[in-house]
């Protein structure tokens, strides 16, 4: 008992010995470690950990420019930017994206169906980037937000310049609008070109010379604390702004057309015969701009989508329409030019038109007929036989060929898009267009209906207006336009655009053109004209030329009853018109979808625009 009693020393004192080793071994190496990492943290890496200690303190942040304005021809403005606070979201900033998204949503900041779309927009841009989600915030806005601020790291309010448009729905196919930058926006564009830019030109003048509106992005440096929030500016290179643009167009006279249009779906396009500037550019029904600025909910965008009058359809520059009878002063001067007919040449109209050897009957739209006529009735009455029997001695190819020298189913080239060429239809036309089907030639009949602006022919409100300003100008042609001049805000130099003339409409002799022209004066004018109720107090001379298209065809022996077909079935009312008769300084171009009567509905609006430009117009 005694011996199991005494203690091995010895041993013992060995056991402590090696784990005293042991524990020295451990802490020698951890302690070599630490010294190594030390020395890798300040010696080998310190540049590197400097420059990323520096960029936790400071950033770099876009500097936006400011969007150009947006003027018409007299100063009044059309486009500009307001002050404005807004909800910024910096992705790396935030913890967790979708309940950021769902929680704003929850605080009735965004709407129900916005997290979603905003998370998948956020995603396709750079983390670092501050993304927009609640633009335009009102009063009440700012302060809910402001006091939830803390839970909510990452999101910001800031204070931005955003785009209106103070006519609203006037003028907005010429304008377009902007809109939130999306991917496929960063696609076709430079992404560093747009940093800190949240919108971008989507449609016509905003989208055909954003380069021209959207200006050069500045930069700064600035000071922020651990949470990210700046504290204070460094320094910075301030963006410089984008130019202004002076349209054509007048607003004043603008508004007459759109307002002579409402409740009704159409266009109108008046051109300045001198120059092609486009002084009106109406389609109707149009949209406010402004609505998509703080971006439309998919419910909303959808609504205007299916709305069945196509308020988003550019009918002024992509709406194709048979010209019916506006095109016989140039179908007239064609005959002159073949040789085919001379202006005192008379011709019997007894109400319908038959081709040789054939029965087939082309009606006129008076019934009993209009008896003895020259050129000069006939384009002032309207007559559609003299037209039926003066297109089928032209011919399809030669008629094509005159209709086409005047811009018809050709892009005019304006400076927005996108442009419906349109069709001016011909025998090799014809051939390609059907190539899938046997023995498409064409026929005689063909040629009589596109006499009288009918058939395959289809044109532009915009064609339209410019072939009326061809015809004003006695062939002179220019390239339509929207934009007047540029203005670099830096400087204050305005840019004025020379028009562009293009390949004019040669006469044989200037008596051809006073043929076609006296028959449009008469128009209006004469005691028996189509349009002749416009020449009630009217303070200067006018030539115009009404036309009403079919919108479907009418059988042999049926009888067109307006009274049985649905409204949108009913006949295209279209007017051109130009004034003064001696110099004309403005030319115009009337469509009224379903309208019935081109003299009785699309004249008038005609001479309300004429009326409104005119008066407005400063003084030769």
Known sequence: MAQNQIKEHWREQQIFLTRIVICSVVVAILTAVVLTRLSILQLVKADYYAAQSQGNRIRVQPLPPNRGLIYDRNGKILA????????????????????????????????????????????????????????????????????????????????????????????????????????????????????????????????????????????????????????????????????????????????????????????????????????????????????????????????????????????????????????????????????????????????????PGQSHRYRDWKKEGHGSINMHDAISQSCDTYFYDLASKIGIDALSETLKSFGLGIETGVDIRPESPGLVPSRDWKRKAFSSRANQVWFPGETVITGIGQGYLLVTPLQLASAAATIASRGIRYKPSLVHGVRDPATGITELRNPEQLAPVVASSDDNWNSIIDGMRGVISDPRGTARALNVNAPYPMAGKSGTAQVFTVAQNAKYNEAEISERMRDHALFIAFAPLDKPGIAVAVLVENGKSGSGVAGPIARKVIDAYLGSAPQQ
């Open 80 to 355: 500009e930017n307001i002050p404005s606070y807004q909800l910024e979201l910096t992705p790396e900033q935030v913890p967790d994206l979708d309940d950021t998204l769902a929680r704003l949503a929850t605080e009735h900041l965004l709407d129900a169906e916005t997290p979603a779309l905003a998370a998948e927009q956020i995603r396709s841009k750079r983390r670092f980037d501050s993304i927009p989600v609640l633009q335009r915030m009102t009063d009440d806005e700012v302060a809910r937000f402001a006091v939830m601020r803390p839970f909510f790291p990452g999101v910001e309010i800031r204070a931005r310049l955003t785009r209106r448009y103070p006519y609203g729905t006037f003028g907005s196919h010429a304008l377009g609008y902007v809109g939130g930058i999306s991917a496929a926006d960063l696609k076709a564009v430079d992404p560093a070109a747009y940093a800190g830019s949240t919108h971008i030109g989507k449609a016509s003048i905003e989208r055909s010379y954003e380069p021209e509106l959207h200006g050069i992005v500045g930069h700064q440096n600035v000071q922020v604390n651990v949470h990210g929030r700046m504290m204070q500016v460094l320094d910075s290179e301030l963006s410089t702004p984008g130019k202004d643009l002076f349209l054509s167009i007048d607003i004043d006279a603008q508004i007459v057309a759109e307002t002579a249009l409402e409740g009704k779906r159409g266009a109108v396009v008046a051109i300045d015969p001198a120059s092609g500037e486009i002084l009106v550019f109406a389609s109707v029904p149009g949209f406010d701009p402004n609505r998509f600025i703080t971006g439309l909910s998919n419910k909303e965008y959808q609504e205007l989508q299916n709305d069945p009058d196509q308020p988003l359809f550019n009918r002024a520059l992509q709406g194709k329409y048979p010209p019916g009878s506006t095109i016989k002063p140039i179908v007239a001067l064609a005959g002159l030019e073949k040789n085919v007919i001379s202006p005192t040449d008379r011709r019997y109209c007894r109400g319908f038109y038959t081709l």
